[in-house]
Structure formats: structure tokens, C-alpha cells
């Protein structure tokens, strides 16, 4: 499995992931671009969440790393992806969920 080194983060996003791992020891980010839950990076304690041939490595947040299907990161390659983190409640699997904050994914496209 190719990793893209293609993932950045907010401060914000980064403090988050750090609490959330001396709460849960490790983690993974996924996201499958399917609708509702799927459509949000969703942040799983490690060996939760199968990762199979179909997902790519875009990198890794504070040691943490973030996958994406494959569909999915075919819309958002030529894209620069920011994880951040939004007030709200977002994907009931995701840990970070009780805390009233959600995962985000900012995208802005990459010039020339």
C-alpha cells in the first residue's frame, strides 16, 4: 500500500488526536467517501477498523495514521487536504464523538 504523504492538520485537529490517544492508546483515520458517517473522517482505536486493498495511506497525523477509499481519493487527489476539527456532533463510530466536536476535511486545490 503506496502512502501519499498528503494529509496536513489544524493545531486544533493535532491537540485533539493527542488527547485522544493518551485516552485510547493508538488510532487510525478513515474515510470512505460513502454518504452520511462515511463522508466525514471518522478516527477508530487501532485494529477496530479493517483496512483493506482498496484503501490508500495519505499520510499520517501525529503518528496517527489517515486512509482513504480509493473512490474517494480519486475525486480529492489534485486537492491539498487539511484535517480539522468543527464543533458539532458527527459520525457515532467516531471516537472524538462525545466530546461535541467532529473530524473534519478542509480541501483546497493544488495549483499548476
Known amino acids: 500500500m503506496e502512502?501519499?504523504?498528503s494529509i496536513d492538520a489544524?493545531?486544533?485537529?493535532r491537540s485533539l488526536i493527542r488527547e485522544l490517544k493518551e485516552e485510547h492508546g493508538p488510532l487510525i483515520f478513515h474515510q470512505s467517501g460513502g454518504c452520511c458517517d462515511g463522508s466525514s473522517p471518522m478516527c477508530f482505536r487501532e485494529g477496530t477498523m479493517i483496512i483493506g486493498d482498496a484503501d490508500v495511506k495519505l499520510g499520517e497525523v501525529e503518528g496517527v495514521p489517515f486512509y482513504m477509499?480509493?473512490?474517494?481519493y480519486e475525486y480529492w487527489k489534485h486537492t491539498r487536504l487539511t484535517l480539522d476539527v468543527v464543533e458539532g456532533i458527527g459520525g457515532m463510530f467516531s471516537i472524538e464523538g462525545p466530546r461535541g466536536v467532529r473530524?473534519?476535511?478542509r480541501s483546497e486545490p493544488i495549483e499548476g
Not at 69 to 72: A, F, G, L, N, V
Open 3 to 5: 502512502t501519499l504523504n
Open 10 to 13: 489544524t493545531e486544533a485537529a
Open 69 to 72: 477509499h480509493h473512490r474517494q
Open 103 to 105: 473530524f473534519h476535511i
